[in-house]
Each structure stands twice: as structure tokens, then as C-alpha cells.
């Protein structure tokens, strides 16, 4: 379960990643049937203010004893050079060995890396920061070309969206897809990105392109799933040329409008297999998928499993 949360702030840490973490665990969502989670922000020592890399600061409220205890221990952004210093490393490996999650955002990974959690293990960071991970830390299996890595009790994600996918990915692998949703939803963000819910999740955004302008469309779309949907109706709605269309799509998801549509309704799929009853057929139905046949081609292929099977082993979550 995923009952208390700490956030350690090296000094030099990046405030838009922390706030992913705050966003993604800090709020209380418990209208929206989100279990309620305690949050704790933790420093070097409790009050003692953290320098930020925008020139403010950040006042914690714990200092290091706020990690005991804690489910996950979530790591923003922060600067590397040099190394985050001895006592914040250990507290972070020591509650990794008392049972934590660790969850690093972006260059969150080199704390990681000092305290010895990287080695031997796939992990990954911004693109920009990948070479000199590797470089410091040659025992950790360093890969620059997902979005995050979930290695267990270790999830190392990219750059700060990435941060958003990671953490949503923790929340349903400890809370369920319902409550995933929910949090996506608040945050007005697809509920998860290319690849599906493996070990690891294909870059879909390319180093080069600009993002933004498509995520109010997305949104809708993820309410809109059951019903059906052309490249020319979506341009039209995102009051576009086809062509402009399907080449912003592409940049600011990775994929085509047709994969990320049938990535999500097998998403919204998974989500119904777990929390109902439903049938199959109503369950395709339902997802935009049309019949049970289609929705098993669809489905296997995403995650390997059929649809029965998916229920058989996840349905206890509902």
C-alpha cells in the first residue's frame, strides 16, 4: 500500500519536479476516492531552508527522521555536482532497506546512485544527464531511451514529464487503476502514456519537440473513449489541417492518433476488467473496442495476457 509519502530536498532542487511529486501524492484527493496519504517534506534538517535552482528557497518540515516509515521516498531534480552529501544518501538507502519505495525524478537518479541503489539495476534519467550517470555510477544498467524503469522498490524516471508518468504508474501499481485515473484526471493529464504498464515505457516524446497545445483534446479524449473518432473529426476539433494535426499528435505523444487511442481505451479496458463485472462484450463496447474478439487482439497485445486472464489475477483490486 502507498500510505505515507517523503519527499527529500537535496539543496540546488528543482521546484517544478518537486511539485510533481507534491501534485502527484501531496494533495488530498479523498473526494475524488483517493485513499488518503500522508505527506511529509523532508531536508537535511527539519526548518532549515534548501536552496532551489531558481533562486528561492524551500523550508522543510521534517529533516531526515521524517523518512522512517515512509512507503516511498521520492527524489526530485536536483544539482549533481557535486555529490549530495553523506547524511541525506544514507538516510535514502536506509530507508530503501527498511522497506521503501525510492522513486527518483529526472536527475534524482544521482542520489540514487550515491547511495548504491542504481548498481546492477536498469534505470533511467533526463537524456541530458544520462551519459554522466553512466559515467559516475558503472555498476547501474543506464537506459536514456524510456520515459521510467520500475525495478521494484526502484523507479527511476526522465525528465519532469516523465516524473508525472512515473509516479502515476506507482499509484496504480499500489492503489488500483481507479485511483490512477482519479488523480489523472485532477491533474488533467492522459492516465498513461505509450507502452503500456511494463517493466519499462517507450520515449514518445522526441528530444526535439514542442510540446503543448494538445492536452485539453487528450483530456476529452479520455472521457470520450466508447465513441468513434476520425483524424479528420479530431483536427477539425483541434481546429487544425489533418496534416498539422497528425504531425503535432505524433510530437507531443510519440505516436499516431489510432495507436494512443487504442492505448488508452485498453487502459480504460484494463480499468473495467478489474472493477466490474461486465461481460466481454460489453466491456469492448464500453472501451471503444467494439466486440470481445477485437478487445482480446487488442488486449494480449498490449499486455500480454488475455482479457480472463487479466481478470483472474487483477480483479480483487476493484
Known amino acids: 500500500m502507498l500510505r505515507t509519502v517523503a519527499v527529500v530536498l537535496p539543496d540546488d ?38 536552496s532551489t535552482t531558481v533562486g528561492c528557497r524551500i523550508v522543510p518540515e521534517f529533516g531526515l527522521e521524517g523518512l522512517d516509515g515512509a512507503d516511498l521516498v521520492a527524489v526530485p531534480a536536483h544539482g549533481y555536482d557535486p555529490p549530495v552529501g553523506h547524511p541525506v544518501v544514507a538516510a535514502v538507502r536506509e530507508a530503501h532497506r527498511a522497506g521503501a519505495t525510492v522513486l527518483s525524478v529526472c536527475s534524482g537518479a544521482f542520489l540514487l546512485g550515491e547511495a548504491g541503489l542504481l548498481d546492477g539495476r536498469r534505470c533511467t534519467t533526463h537524456w541530458m544527464h544520462a551519459d554522466r550517470l553512466a559515467e559516475r555510477y558503472p555498476l547501474a544498467k543506464v537506459d536514456p531511451d524510456v520515459l521510467f524503469v520500475d525495478e521494484g522498490t526502484v523507479i527511476t524516471s526522465a525528465g519532469t514529464a516523465a516524473g508525472i508518468d512515473a509516479c502515476l504508474h506507482l499509484i496504480r501499481r499500489e492503489l488500483g487503476s481507479a485511483v490512477a485515473t482519479a488523480v489523472a484526471r485532477r491533474m488533467v493529464v492522459p492516465p498513461q502514456r505509450d507502452g503500456g504498464q511494463r517493466q519499462f515505457v517507450d520515449l514518445p516524446i522526441p528530444a526535439d519537440a514542442h510540446g503543448g497545445g494538445l492536452q485539453q483534446l487528450l483530456a476529452w479524449l479520455t472521457e470520450h473513449l466508447a465513441e468513434p473518432h476520425t483524424v479528420a473529426a479530431l483536427a477539425r476539433r483541434a481546429r487544425m489541417s489533418e496534416r ?54 487488442h488486449f494480449r497485445r498490449a499486455t500480454g495476457l488475455t482479457p480472463q486472464a487479466y481478470r483472474r489475477a487483477f480483479a480483487s483490486r476493484g
Do not use: N
Not at 16 to 43: K, L, N, W
Not at 256 to 269: I, N, S
Open 13 to 50: 532542487v528543482a521546484p517544478f519536479e518537486f511539485g510533481v511529486v507534491c501534485e502527484a501524492f501531496g494533495v488530498d484527493r479523498t473526494a475524488q476516492g483517493v485513499p488518503p496519504i500522508e505527506f511529509r517534506v523532508c531536508g537535511a534538517r527539519a526548518g532549515a531552508a534548501v
Open 244 to 297: 498539422t494535426f497528425a504531425r503535432r499528435f505524433t510530437a507531443e505523444t510519440g505516436t499516431t492518433p489510432h495507436r494512443w487511442l487504442t492505448q488508452q481505451r485498453v487502459l480504460l479496458a484494463r480499468r473495467l476488467l478489474e472493477d466490474t463485472g461486465l461481460e466481454l462484450d460489453a466491456v469492448a463496447a464500453s472501451a471503444g473496442l467494439g466486440d470481445a474478439a477485437l478487445l482480446r487482439h
